[in-house]
Nanobody, 122 residues
């Protein structure tokens, strides 16, 4: 079992930065692939980024590549999503997720946080 709690969302101007955190509890955090997804109003939940258990291998959606960085610290049971050069279209609820395999589909992840709202204004 893994429990996930996101934080760090908020309102930011276009071009600005935010850093999302996902605090995990449970002994299996270090063995889980971690991912970030987002869901905008009226849209399906979409993949943003993921990284392997070690943190050495990462994968990003094309829409955020070069702007977002995912990282983790297994000793702190935490995963982060650093978001730079934010755009209006990045506005969404961002979810942290944990699963056994690095996939880009939400169905591949077993555990989810409650989400944190990110709003980018012009």
């Amino acid at each position: 079992q893994v429990q996930l709690v996101e934080s760090g969302g908020g309102l930011v101007q276009a071009g600005g930065s935010l850093r999302l955190s996902c605090a995990a509890s449970g002994r299996t955090f270090s063995s889980a692939v971690m991912g970030w997804f987002r869901q905008a109003p009226g849209k399906e939940r979409e993949f943003v980024a993921a990284l392997t258990r070690s943190g050495y291998n990462t994968y990003y959606a094309d829409s955020v590549k070069g702007r977002f960085t995912i990282s983790r610290d297994n000793a702190k049971n935490t995963v982060w999503l650093q978001m730079n050069s934010l755009k209006l279209e990045d506005t969404a609820v961002y979810y942290c997720a944990a699963g056994p395999v690095m996939l880009t589909t939400p169905r591949g992840y077993e555990y989810w946080g409650q989400g944190t709202q990110v709003t980018v204004s012009s």
